[in-house]
Structures are given as structure tokens and as C-alpha cells.
């Protein structure tokens, strides 16, 4: 498994705004919201996408615990597994990708949600939809859940584009509670619509 991190290719990697005081990361977001591409669209509300985001981190932080994780940091670094094809679109291509083998982690420090974590939080309320799947939404997965997952269901590539019953399924997104292990981000990769890989902000 390849856990690949997405950034704007102007911007350094891994930078979050969990890491920011509240008056910062609402002041990044305000500059954020203006920009183009669809990753941008989420900081309309900057307050309330902050409030959310803090619930959001609480809940997974707390379920990964429960199911036996061993979280090191409050907040987590962003990832997804393989590559995912709405962030380089959403990014309007203008991103590099850096990637680690899952391997390079320990497994007690690294959760996982199908899709999105947001979006997943937000659809343990949807369970009456046509596109509620209840194996896999709403739910934090260790390494070993999201593998029986993903032997079942597959990892997301562009079934969003076309499919109602999974238009939410973007990607899968990890989430690494640890420090990331030194590498040489100047070697990222330009990722666009041709190219493989090896949060956004």
C-alpha cells in the first residue's frame, strides 16, 4: 500500500492548519478561498470549516483509540491511499505528490476513512440515502479493516464522476499520527492527469 500527500506545487509539504492558532489558520483560509480548483471551495466559511475540522479530527482520534491505535500527535498528517484523482483536478493540476510505502509507519499510528474524513463524518448522518454505504462510511478503519475493505470494494479512482451511488467516494483518505520520517521533499513529483505516483492543506 502507497500512501501518497498532495500540495500545491508553490507551497512546502505536510503543513496543516490544526498546527496554526485559531486566528492564523482562519487568516491562511481567507487567502485559501479565493483561489481557484475545487480543493479551494472548502474555506468559504473559514470559522465554521475549522470547527467542523476540530470535530472531525476529535471523532477519528478517539475511534482510532478505541479500536487500539496509538495516536502520538492531537492532529494528524493527510494522506491517501494510492492517488486520487478529484485532489489533482481540484488542485487544477498545479500540485506535486510525495509518497511513502505504508511500511515506512507504524500501524498503531495510522488510521483510515473511506472517503474523505469530513465527508465521512458528515454522512454517518445520511444512512437513508441512496449513496449511504454502511461498510464503509461513517467508520474509522485501522490497516487491517481498510485492507478487508478495500479487498471488497477496491480504492476509488473516478466512480464519483459517473455513479450517484458513489459520488462521494473520492478517495480513501489516511491519516498519520506520528512525525513523517525525514525524505528529500524537493523530490516531489509534478502529479497530473498522465502521471502515477510512486490533504491539501
Request: glycine share 6%; hydrophobic share 35%.
Given at each position: 500500500?502507497?500512501?501518497?500527500?498532495?500540495?500545491?506545487?508553490?507551497?512546502?509539504?505536510?503543513?496543516?492548519?490544526?498546527?496554526?492558532?485559531?486566528?492564523?489558520?482562519?487568516?491562511?483560509?481567507?487567502?485559501?478561498?479565493n483561489?481557484s480548483?475545487?480543493?479551494?471551495?472548502?474555506?468559504?466559511?473559514?470559522?465554521?470549516?475549522?470547527?467542523?475540522?476540530?470535530?472531525?479530527?476529535?471523532?477519528?482520534?478517539?475511534?482510532?483509540?478505541?479500536?487500539?491505535?496509538?495516536?502520538?500527535?492531537?492532529?494528524?498528517?493527510?494522506?491517501?491511499?494510492?492517488?486520487?484523482?478529484?485532489?489533482?483536478?481540484?488542485?487544477?493540476?498545479?500540485?506535486?505528490?510525495i509518497h511513502?510505502?505504508?511500511?515506512?509507519?507504524?500501524?498503531?499510528?495510522?488510521?483510515?476513512?473511506?472517503?474523505?474524513?469530513?465527508?465521512?463524518?458528515?454522512?454517518?448522518?445520511?444512512?437513508?440515502?441512496?449513496?449511504?454505504?454502511?461498510?464503509?462510511?461513517?467508520?474509522?478503519?485501522?490497516?487491517?479493516?481498510?485492507?478487508?475493505?478495500?479487498?471488497?470494494?477496491?480504492?476509488?479512482?473516478?466512480?464519483?464522476?459517473?455513479?450517484?451511488?458513489?459520488k462521494?467516494?473520492?478517495?480513501?483518505?489516511?491519516?498519520?499520527?506520528?512525525?513523517?520520517?525525514?525524505?528529500?521533499?524537493?523530490?516531489?513529483?509534478v502529479?497530473?492527469?498522465?502521471?502515477?505516483?510512486?490533504?491539501?492543506?
Amino acid at each position: 500500500m502507497l500512501l501518497t500527500h498532495y500540495h500545491h506545487r508553490d507551497e512546502p509539504p505536510l503543513r496543516n492548519l490544526s498546527a496554526l492558532t485559531r486566528a492564523d489558520a482562519i487568516k491562511v483560509m481567507l487567502e485559501l478561498r479565493n483561489r481557484s480548483g475545487a480543493v479551494y471551495h472548502r474555506f468559504q466559511n473559514p470559522q465554521e470549516y475549522l470547527e467542523n475540522r476540530q470535530r472531525v479530527e476529535g471523532w477519528i482520534r478517539q475511534e482510532f483509540i478505541n479500536k487500539g491505535g496509538r495516536p502520538v500527535n492531537a492532529y494528524p498528517h493527510y494522506f491517501v491511499v494510492g492517488r486520487s484523482l478529484w485532489i489533482e483536478e481540484g488542485y487544477q493540476n498545479q500540485c506535486l505528490s510525495i509518497h511513502y510505502p505504508i511500511t515506512a509507519f507504524d500501524p498503531s499510528q495510522v488510521s483510515f476513512t473511506y472517503p474523505d474524513s469530513m465527508i465521512s463524518y458528515w454522512l454517518k448522518s445520511q444512512a437513508q440515502q441512496v449513496f449511504y454505504r454502511p461498510e464503509y462510511h461513517g467508520q474509522v478503519f485501522t490497516l487491517s479493516e481498510i485492507q478487508e475493505i478495500i479487498d471488497r470494494f477496491g480504492v476509488p479512482i473516478d466512480e464519483w464522476r459517473s455513479d450517484t451511488m458513489r459520488k462521494f467516494d473520492l478517495f480513501i483518505e489516511a491519516q498519520v499520527w506520528s512525525g513523517i520520517p525525514a525524505q528529500d521533499h524537493g523530490d516531489s513529483i509534478v502529479t497530473g492527469e498522465n502521471q502515477n505516483p510512486i490533504e491539501p492543506v
